[in-house]
């Protein structure tokens, strides 16, 4: 069976600064996979690569058909991505953001969705009408979290969760992913560079170096390679 | 006292103007950034169109209004995509001189088509006026109030309780982030830079009966729009609204009751307006005082 998503040799440059340099990779349906790396790695821009954000050549499958256009036809096509540094509308009220999260569908009445994704998040509905801005940090990113959930993703893109956040938060954030994978069977692509959450909750990783892929494999095995650990993932 | 009422109802009714037009530099403002010179421009250019209808093709009155505004929003939606957005690459700084070029070409145009000659404009409301407790208040100023504050509830119902209307807002605080839910924000744009126009339309529509129609029609009248924008806080509707009614209020108490400050004075009273809300508090009354981090 092919993959839900499938990168092959995809190249990406802001300006003269080459990026990716023939990422390839496929995430299958049902699982989550981590892309690991350092800091100027191309993990944030494999993610835009995918959503269109950046220019880029090679080929994208998503669902067996090639993934074309900007972001509003990758949305469309059922690809929700959080982006790095919470990605909330930090004016807009909290039931708002949820709204906007749900825009490429075209339900009329939300409320089952939002009362679905407040079964995760039990601070939503009280907060319904705060702005974004004046929630907690670990809350904006769990509320773009729950943003990308109304969407009902296919694949959910989730760029650096733990970016700033309290361990325990980080912990909560990705357990959340972990049951919505396994409740749910959603299929989640996420960046990370905290690489022990992050290969113990997906099950094949990407170490990503300057631009290319260095290793790949079962999130176990990059885990039990000492090598690999000591070399790139810094633990 | 009844003096008094009166002259604030006047004040109203022209403030409700400068809202119009202040809330469609705002709009603009909010979604691109910049400040459309040229919306004044727009405006004067619905309003021959509105005259031309109803004088030189006998329309009547209201259908030549909802056709003009029709026009306009398809009007100013063009001037986004094909003038402004084909600019915005650039710095906002091009794009607003982009504005004061389209600025001088609509006015030239103008001029060009119905000469600089000044016309009547006949009102769609009638011209007596109406008791109310022993206030003798116009019914053309109760007309203007009235049309400038239900398109304000309808503007309010768009952006607060429709699906576009909330994806315009969220296209206008952050594209990128908007993008990636699927909103197509030029689009949105466009939109918005389509009911600005409308509301310049209104504005110029409801300004030229008592001000008579010529080419420069809203170059006076974007002036107090612009103080009414910067004394409300240059990125909130709901100022531009206070700001408009407030200026129209307070200008027009002022020519009334202090000797010196004639008709002449108007102008230069709303210019020192934006002279001091920019020096004493640039926000405004509702604006958020905006924080750049380094």
């Given at each position: 069976m092919s993959a839900l998503l499938g990168l092959r040799d995809v190249n990406a440059r802001y300006g003269p600064v080459q990026a990716l340099r023939g990422v390839s990779l496929e995430v299958p349906e049902g699982e989550i996979v981590a892309v690991l790396g350092a800091n100027g790695a191309g993990k944030t821009t494999t993610l835009r690569a995918v959503s269109g954000t950046v220019r880029r050549t090679g080929t994208i499958t998503f669902a067996g058909a090639p993934l074309r256009g900007g972001p509003e036809s990758v949305a469309k096509a059922g690809i929700a991505h959080v982006p790095?540094?919470?990605?909330?509308?930090?004016?807009?009220?909290v039931v708002e953001n949820l709204r906007l999260g749900a825009y490429t569908r075209r339900e009329r009445d939300l409320r089952g969705d939002i009362d679905r994704v407040s079964e995760w998040f039990p601070w939503i509905p009280e907060r319904a009408d705060q702005p974004a801005g004046t929630l907690s940090g670990g809350e904006q990113q769990m509320l773009a979290l729950a943003r990308a959930l109304m969407a009902r993703p296919r694949l959910l893109m989730l760029d650096?969760?733990?970016?700033?956040?309290?361990p325990m938060i980080v912990r909560e954030i990705f357990r959340i992913v972990r049951e919505l994978n396994e409740r749910d069977g959603l299929t989640v692509l996420v960046v990370e560079q905290d690489a022990r959450i992050a290969l113990d909750t997906a099950s094949t990783a990407y170490v990503l170096e300057v631009g290319k892929v260095a290793v790949e494999g079962p999130s176990a095995e990059l885990r039990e390679n000492e090598s690999v650990r000591r070399s790139y993932l810094g633990y | 006292m009844a003096d008094f009422m009166q002259q604030v109802v006047a004040g109203l009714a022209s403030g409700s103007i400068y809202a119009s037009l202040a809330l469609a530099l705002v709009l603009i403002h909010r979604a691109t950034?910049?400040?459309?010179?040229?919306q004044g421009e727009m405006a004067t250019l619905s309003t021959y169109l509105a005259w031309t209808l109803t004088?030189?093709?006998?329309?009547?009155?209201w259908p030549a209004f909802v056709v003009t505004l029709l026009v306009s929003f398809f009007g100013g939606a063009a001037v986004h995509q094909g003038v402004v957005r084909p600019n915005e690459k650039g710095s906002l700084l091009r794009v607003v001189i982009v504005t004061i070029g389209l600025l001088l070409l609509i006015n030239g145009a103008v001029t060009m088509i119905w000469s600089g000659e000044v016309r009547a404009v006949q009102s769609p409301f009638p011209t007596r006026t109406v008791e109310i407790g022993g206030v003798a208040i116009s019914i053309q100023d109760i007309g203007t109030i009235g049309v400038v504050l239900g398109t304000m509830v309808l503007l309010w119902l768009l952006f607060q309780r429709t699906k576009v209307g909330l994806a315009m807002r969220a296209a206008a605080v952050n594209p990128a982030e908007a993008r990636l839910v699927g909103v197509r924000v030029t689009w949105m744009l466009s939109l918005g830079w389509g009911l600005a126009a409308v509301l310049g339309a209104i504005s110029g529509m409801l300004a030229a009966p008592s001000v008579f129609l010529d080419p420069n029609l809203m170059a006076a009248i974007l002036i107090y729009a612009f103080a009414a924008a910067v004394l409300g806080g240059i990125d909130s509707p709901v100022g531009a609204i206070v700001g408009g009614l407030t200026l129209g209020v307070g200008l027009n108490l002022l020519g009334t009751y202090?000797?010196?400050?004639?008709?002449?004075l108007r102008l230069p009273g709303a210019l020192l307006v934006i002279l001091v809300v920019l020096l004493v508090k640039p926000s405004g009354i509702f604006g958020k005082r905006e924080v750049k981090r380094v």
């Open positions: 790095e540094g919470r990605g909330t509308f930090t004016e807009l009220s650096e969760p733990s970016l700033g956040l309290a | 950034g910049v400040i459309n010179f040229a004088t030189n093709h006998g329309w009547s009155y202090v000797d010196f400050v004639g008709a002449d």
